[in-house]
């Protein structure tokens, strides 16, 4: 059987921080040098957020040397204090008018064929930002004619607002359930377990058609048992596409990495989650939400 974390680490007895574990070799790749700077310009010229900055992803300057990018709207302050996730938090600002026509102008200027919109949780608004999802998808399919995927937050389950982002009729509707139930108190602070599954069984009973993915960081202290029991919940709900990843401490005031899990055995969990029934998985230590999303995307529609 997998084996997902090792045993806890002993009590810090000074209280400090525990100290950042060392990087597998695995995990210490190459930087490639390639000219970023055409999709910073772009990203930055139309005032725009990434979770690729926002988050420090580590996929960064592939994508962006790639001309891909993950735009992030409703700004850049997020209301849930989430133990894994670097994008601040705090007190939000009002909603730009103008933001679905930026990402849109961003999307055709990069030349993108296949745009994924996240965002920040607003859960200040009534809606969550379910409207401007709404208007993010039109205008960057007005503008580009591109397959649009999101990746949401829950909308602290208001069925209108999810129904809101499903009548814009994505490509791809993503939402991530990020862990283990047991470890949302966490590592997801102010989310629900239940909320999440409902809100992917939401899409598939409203638009049985339309492709809905689902994604968890591993190494967060989760067991092979309770992996596997989320993701036999996830294709319950008819969850059609899958992304598992390793969970990187962007700071030393975040979560601490309990175990980093070697690519082989990413690559058992993820033919166990393909005899499941998911129509496209993607298993690996660097993989993201949206790292190659328009591929996978396309292969799941093949």
């Keep these: ?3 997902i974390i090792g045993q806890p680490a002993a009590l810090d007895t000074i209280a400090k921080p525990p100290p950042r574990r060392r990087l597998p070799p695995w995990l210490k790749r190459p930087m490639p040098q390639p000219d970023m700077m055409f999709t910073g310009n772009v990203i930055h010229d139309l005032r725009l957020e990434t979770v690729c900055e926002s988050a420090k992803c580590p996929n960064r ?42 990402v849109a102008e961003a999307a055709h200027r990069l030349g993108l064929k296949h745009v994924v919109i996240t965002s920040v949780t607003r859960d200040d608004l009534p809606d969550g930002g379910a409207e401007h999802f709404y208007r993010s998808v039109l205008a960057v399919r007005e503008r580009t004619g ?6 949401t937050p829950d909308f602290l389950g208001n069925r209108a607002a ?21 470890l949302y108190h966490r590592v997801r602070r102010n989310a629900d377990y239940r909320r999440t599954l409902d809100l992917l069984a939401q899409v598939k009973a409203s638009s049985p058609a339309m492709t809905t993915k689902s994604g968890l960081m591993l190494g967060l202290g989760e067991t092979t048992e309770e992996l596997l029991d989320v993701l036999a919940d996830l294709r319950g709900v008819g969850c059609d596409m899958l992304t598992l990843g390793q969970y990187l401490q962007p700071t030393p005031e ?17 033919s166990l ?11 690996g230590p660097f993989v993201r939400s949206s790292y190659h999303a328009g591929e996978m995307a396309a292969a799941a529609a093949s």
């Excluded at 999810?162 to 047991?182: G, L, M, Q, Y």
């Design 254 to 270: 975040h979560l601490p990495v309990e175990r980093y899990v070697p690519p082989e055995e990413f690559d058992d969990i993820g």
């Design 162 to 182: 999810i129904e809101r982002v499903i009548a814009a009729h994505p490509d791809v509707f993503n939402h991530n359930t990020e862990t283990v139930p047991r």
């Design 273 to 283: 989650a393909r005899r499941m029934g998911f129509l496209l998985v993607a298993s």
């Design 61 to 102: 300057t592939e994508c962006w040397s790639q001309r891909t990018a993950t735009f992030m709207i409703l700004g850049n302050v997020c209301t849930r204090p989430c133990g894994f996730c670097s994008v601040p938090k705090g007190k939000t600002e009002a909603l730009e008018a103008d933001e679905p026509e930026r």
């Design 146 to 151: 591109a397959d649009v995927e999101v990746l």
């Design 1 to 3: 059987m997998l084996e």
